[in-house]
């Protein structure tokens, strides 16, 4: 079966156990608002996900439940036993379904109109009649099913009456009673949920914890042996030696997974999700092959499978609007997973219509989420954060895919829960991108192990640029200072030094640890924090070791030179330092770099308002190059049979004047390595006509030839990549493509000069 | 009126008699090796591995402003249960677990101040002596 679908029916045949439980507590508790908004968001997501996968009577079925439940937590409804009843016939319903699909693949074996209807009379006007037709017989309300008995799938004796065999099931599909249905249901004959073991993030935890001090022990064991001779012993040491070791790698196997698992289901997802609302979406990923600890992957599938969603449905406009405001009618959206700072980072990054400020302003006052004055006082950044407000959506409708404003907010807990968090940033017009990072918490790290005073510290590997190791004998004439910084010339650059003994409030001056390496060597670890490079004195390197990265107790939260703790091969704890936090703390970012960040912003801001119109053309290789719209004078389509030659360059009469043409395909060295694709060979250039660029020098206008004149655009002309070829500036990346930008002075002076 | 009782693991701090109630207490040990942790609040003794698990060591003495215990004298763990991971509290000795009368309990009197007084509960009078309860919430938080 379909992986996605396999989990969607493991993951609802969770939820509903857990419905049933929550509905007969809501009967006993109506105000329940917990568990109200737990059963909302588990119907919420059943509904999605049935949605999206294409089962369109589940997700009606959970609609109309859904629907009823948000009028009871909008208070309109009270929770009475007719309320419940119908919610717990929605549930048998929806259960009635999942072994549908499990068996046949599909849910619409079996008509529930009557019970949407149900659902429909029970949530409308006060004192609605109580439903004059039985109930569909699928959904004989029993009065307070017991959680217990469901969520153990009873062994069935006879699978053959509740779960009938596909054959005899097709033909008489209509037919068949919906009792034997609901009575699979009950049964749960599932075979889904047998294959596969849901096993909680504590026991992993515990195994994980259990493996390792096995490993001590075996590592204590290993070295007493050393000293035995009992040949029996020695023998079942090595046993247990090699037991251990494949015990350990078997369970950290089991515990990283690369990010393509939950990613591999996304392109179908926005596949049926683009569809259903008529829009075209592409999916691009990167860093497929981050991986990340099982218990995280599984923690930020459901928050990234909404962020997708609201991407697709909310933040890639339909074809039409996309072309007219210039973009290509398909939507990009890109899945980027990187480790970072000793993170893992995930963005989704869409390039739709963005979110636009003022929209959430009002929709928040609007709401009552904030007041108007509040939100008149509420920067960009900060209205972007109202998203994650409970019951906020800037959804105009309610779709059937996403907008009631549970989204986000669930999103946000659920990465919190796990230590991350969540960012988005977005331009109207150009997009949106979230952020979401998670730490490095629970994950294995390569890390240098070394020692200052009496400590132990563990480097994370991923800020190691290298080690620097000065011996005695020049170390005065190495080590220069600043005003009192004291730096080294590392290949010919500054490196700042920092005391790791100074940073961790370690008694010993700076000059003693430098007096004390006069004595025998200096150790320099070189690292990089936020693009500066900075060289850590510790006084001795180790080796390097794969740590298991621990959190620190809310006691030492607060400290910003720690980024966990792990539990070295002695069984002993040894703190890992946290490098930004450090080089935070020691000032070597400095002033340095807060200018650069200040320029940074500045360049941003600058680009944002910079853009401008452009015209983007076909370069002589196949490649794409764009030249400011506002330097040219007028485009020309000139017949070649009008081109006459003087001297050595080509010219043509144009406006009673001679213009000079300069072929872009001479001036520009071709690069083309491979021979162009026969279909790609020159396919709508006009044998008879050339595509001529005027522009106007002085009293002199030139001419430049292109082989094809593709489109003007609205870009930023902001260089991303210096250029490798003369006669161009740069590159940018434009609708995701490298794009390069002509220079278009260099390549017209020698004719200007000339003429 | 229907008397409840309580149970308290009961520990020597200096020449004080205290108590955790038993059901907030995950493990006793004896000793373990520490590891210090520079910057660390100063009542942060250091952190112990509690079989995988990282667990930051308070010592209690100075949580609540008494004099260091003198050199040599092995402190003991009460390892507290938190719902945000274990925490250790390092006391001079171990008691018994005894069983009182909720009859015999009383608020903190007014006079006692100072830190003992924030990581107090209340007091039970006992036939002997008095014994303060601690209140695990307050002595975990150290900010």
């Known amino acids: 079966m379909d992986e996605i679908i396999q989990e969607f029916l493991v993951e609802s045949y969770e939820s509903l156990d857990r419905m049933d439980a929550d509905f007969v507590q809501l009967e006993r508790e109506p105000d329940a608002k917990a568990i109200l908004e737990r059963v909302f968001r588990d119907i919420h997501t059943i509904k999605g996900t049935a949605g999206a996968l294409g089962f369109g009577q589940l997700e009606k079925v959970a609609h109309a439940g859904e629907n009823l439940l948000d009028s009871a937590r909008d208070g309109e409804l009270a929770l009475d036993a007719d309320v419940i009843s119908a919610l717990l016939a929605m549930v048998d319903a929806v259960r009635a379904m999942l072994v549908e699909i499990e068996e046949h693949s599909s849910d619409d074996s079996v008509d529930f109109g009557e019970l949407i209807e149900r659902l429909k009379a029970v949530g409308s006007a006060e004192g609605a009649p109580e439903p004059a037709a039985e109930p569909a017989p699928a959904a004989e309300p029993e009065p307070a099913p017991t959680p217990a008995p469901v969520a153990q799938p009873a062994p069935t004796p006879a699978p053959e009456q509740a779960a009938p065999p596909e054959k005899a099931a097709e033909p008489e599909k209509a037919a068949e009673p919906a009792n034997a249905l609901a009575a699979a249901g009950a049964k749960r004959s599932s075979q889904v949920a047998d294959q596969t073991l849901r096993v909680s993030v504590d026991l992993l935890e515990k195994l994980m914890n259990l493996v390792g001090e096995l490993v001590l022990a075996r590592n204590q064991i290993l070295q007493h042996s050393n000293e035995a001779e009992d040949r029996d012993f020695l023998a079942t040491t ?345 080089a935070r703390n020691a000032d070597v970012l400095g002033a340095q770099t807060s200018d650069r960040l200040v320029d940074a912003e500045r360049r941003e801001a600058a680009e944002a308002s910079s853009t401008e119109r452009a015209l983007l053309v076909r370069t002589p290789d196949d490649g794409r190059m764009v030249m400011p719209l506002s330097q040219v004078s007028r485009l020309e389509e000139i017949p070649r049979r009008r081109v006459e030659r003087t001297g050595s360059s080509a010219v043509v009469q144009y406006r009673g004047e001679i213009l000079p043409l300069v072929y872009l395909s001479s001036v520009l060295p071709e690069r083309r390595t491979t021979p162009r694709r026969a279909d790609t060979l020159e396919p709508e250039v006009d044998e008879q006509t050339l595509q001529v660029v005027v522009y106007q020098r002085g009293r002199y206008s030139v001419g430049l030839v292109v082989d094809q004149i593709l489109d003007i655009v609205e870009t930023s002309l902001e260089i991303q990549l210096p250029s490798s070829r003369p006669g161009v500036l740069g590159s940018i990346v434009m609708d995701e493509r490298v794009t390069e930008v002509l220079d278009v002075e260099a390549i017209l002076e020698p004719h200007v000069s000339a003429a | 009126m229907q008397n409840t009782t309580r149970q308290l693991c009961t520990f020597y701090l200096g020449r004080l008699f205290m108590g955790v109630e038993v059901t907030k207490v995950l493990e006793v040990i004896r000793s373990t090796e520490l590891t210090p942790v520079p910057l660390a609040p100063d009542c942060v003794s250091g952190l112990i591995n509690l079989r995988g698990q990282i667990v930051s060591a308070l010592d209690l003495r100075r949580r609540l402003s008494l004099p260091d215990a003198k050199e040599g004298t092995d402190p003991v763990n009460i390892v507290l249960h938190r719902e945000e991971g274990p925490v250790s509290m390092l006391v001079d000795d171990i008691g018994d677990v005894i069983t009182l009368d909720d009859s015999r309990f009383e608020s903190t009197p007014q006079t006692v101040l100072g830190n003992v007084r924030d990581v107090l509960e209340g007091v039970y009078k006992t036939d002997t002596e008095l014994l303060l309860v601690i209140d695990p919430d307050r002595v975990v938080d150290v900010s």
């Open chain 1, 238 to 582: 090595q046993r247990l030696n090699l037991i251990t070791s494949e015990l350990q790698e078997s369970v950290m196997k089991a515990r990283m997974q690369p990010i393509r698992n939950i990613w591999n289901k996304f392109p179908r997802l926005v596949r049926d999700i683009a569809h259903a609302c008529g829009k075209q979406v592409r999916v691009e990923m990167e860093g497929q092959d981050t991986e990340l600890d099982k218990t995280l992957i599984e923690a930020i599938n459901d928050p990234l499978i909404h962020l997708v969603r609201n991407a697709v449905d909310h933040g890639i406009e339909p074809p039409e609007v996309r072309l007219a405001s210039d973009k290509p009618a398909e939507g990009t959206l890109l899945l980027r997973a990187y480790h970072q700072d000793g993170q893992v980072n995930i963005e989704i990054r869409d390039d739709g219509g963005g979110i636009d400020p003022d929209k959430l302003r009002r929709t928040a006052v609007a709401k009552n989420v904030i007041s108007p004055e509040q939100a008149a006082a509420l920067s960009h950044q900060e209205l972007f954060k109202l998203i994650f407000a409970p019951g906020f959506s800037t959804a105009e409708k309610v779709s059937n895919v996403s907008g009631r404003g549970v989204g986000m907010d669930v999103v946000r807990t659920n990465i919190e829960r796990i230590g991350g968090s969540i960012d988005i940033q977005s331009e109207v017009g150009v997009g949106t991108t979230i952020k979401v990072e998670i730490p490095l918490t629970l994950a294995i790290i390569p890390a240098l192990i070394v020692t200052c005073g009496q400590g132990r510290y563990a480097i994370p590997q991923v800020s190691l640029l290298e080690l620097v190791r000065l011996d005695a004998d020049n170390l005065a004439d190495r080590i220069e200072t600043i005003y009192n910084a004291p730096v080294y010339r590392l290949r010919g650059n500054l490196l700042p030094l920092v005391f790791l003994h100074h940073e961790l409030g370690l008694t010993q001056a700076d000059e003693d640890v430098l007096a004390e390496a006069s004595n025998k060597a200096l150790n320099i670890v070189v690292l990089q924090a936020a693009g500066q490079q900075f060289g850590l004195v510790v006084d001795a390197i180790i080796d390097t070791e794969e740590i298991v990265v621990k959190p620190l107790g809310q006691q030492l939260n607060d400290i910003a030179a720690y980024a966990g703790a792990t539990i070295m091969g002695d069984g002993r704890v040894a703190l890992i330092l946290d490098v930004p936090g450090i």
